[in-house]
């Protein structure tokens, strides 16, 4: 069975940096782009960031400069490296995966497969 399980969600300060992990399992990984999203309570899912399989990024305006998208195809892992965190990133985030060539459109409805999600919360 396909699974994606997300880790490293905490609690962090304003300014503060966390890096979340997205392991992979019954997927042939690197053909497979890879996104997050993130939901806070009473919002819609929202896009946060997508790889490509050829290692193309793409981000939401509001985390570009903040945060990095990167996978290891070797660890069949994607990874969320964020910075200077902000009190409006509190949210859980989820990662998703959907085989094909090139970037997705940033919507939720273009991924096939997701993981349950990790929380996190930053302080003011």
């Known amino acids: 069975q396909v699974q994606l399980v997300e880790s490293g969600g905490r609690l962090v300060q304003a300014g503060g940096s966390l890096r979340l992990s997205c392991a992979a399992s019954?997927?042939?990984?690197?053909?497979?782009?890879m996104g997050w999203f993130r939901q806070a309570p009473g919002k819609e899912r929202e896009f946060v960031a997508a790889?490509?399989?050829?290692?193309?990024?793409n981000y939401a305006d509001s985390v570009k400069g903040r945060f990095t998208i990167s996978r290891d195809n070797a660890k069949n892992t994607v990874y969320l490296q964020m910075n200077s965190l902000k009190p409006e990133d509190t949210a859980i985030f989820r990662c998703a995966a959907v085989s094909r060539w090139g970037l997705p459109a940033p919507r939720p409805d273009e991924y096939h497969y997701w993981g349950q999600g990790t929380q996190v919360t930053v302080s003011a």
């Open positions: 019954g997927l042939t990984f690197n053909i497979y782009a």
């Open positions: 790889v490509s399989r050829s290692g193309s990024t």
